[in-house]
């Protein structure tokens, strides 16, 4: 069902026991979520979910290896884009039902929540890892102006980019940017703005190339009121095939200036 009035699709579809860090019984709990809304978002940033068993409101665990659902949480997906999510909580494997209910995280219950239970004696597993989609011509970021103002005091260019390998020798992409601060006090591009890049929809993770250059340096070199810096970020790749967006979004809007870059 839906949440924060229809901006989230949830559909809750699994869910596992395991032991966490603290070698105590967990449940980890599997849902899609589906992004309805107009912009990019995570679900780690537009849910809150919560879990209950006999009356009592159980607290997160943590496990010793990262499943890819609990990762997931936490990448920006575009409008239309669905991603496999997943939460962990320490329970009683000899208790109650798991009452599971995910709920917007600023609208709370007022929003639409989506709700299940789980016996923890017949949870019924993981299920099938979810295939990303391919998305061959993406046109999020052709929507876009390549450069602007953001947030009144940062003029920003997203400019070329070049396919590498990064520090573990995985395919990597770095984008460079220019960076112009026109506010009154001295800043960076990495504590003004958002750099993300996306591919398939869902936004890379942060990589490091194996040798630094000036222009990554620069990304966090705080600069003069007035001044201008080429900076650059390494990003690493889902895929060989799909295009890449990269996006310098705002702090305080939803406004963002971005490229696309084939790279096959």
Known sequence: GY?????????????????????????????????KFGYPVDAWNS?????????????????????GAVGNLHYKIRPGISIQCAYEFKYNPNGGGVELSVLSWDEGYDGGTV?????????????????????????????????GTLDDYYYVSVLDAELLSDLNGNPAIRVY??????????ISLGEALFA????????????????????????????????????????????????IEAEIEAYNTYDAVGQTYKIY
């Open 3 to 35: 949440v924060s009035h229809d901006k989230f699709y949830i559909e809750i579809i699994g869910a596992e026991g395991f032991t966490d860090v603290d070698g105590e019984p967990a449940i980890r709990v599997y849902f899609n979520f589906t992004n």
């Open 47 to 67: 849910l809150d979910i919560r879990a209950s068993q006999d009356g009592n409101e159980l607290v997160e665990a943590y496990a010793w290896e990262t499943v």
């Open 115 to 147: 709700k299940a239970t789980y016996v923890p004696d017949n949870l019924p597993g993981a299920p099938a890892p979810y295939v990303i989609k391919p998305v061959s011509d993406p046109t999020w970021t052709a929507n876009i102006p390549g450069e």
């Open 177 to 186: 940017y220019d960076f112009t601060n026109n506010s009154s006090s001295y």
């Open 196 to 243: 993300y890049t996306y591919q398939d929809g869902i936004s890379l993770d942060v990589s490091y190339a194996p040798q630094e250059i000036d222009t990554d340096v620069n990304f966090d070199t705080q600069i003069a009121p007035g001044t201008t810096i080429r900076a650059s970020r390494v990003f690493s790749l889902r895929n060989s095939t799909s295009p």
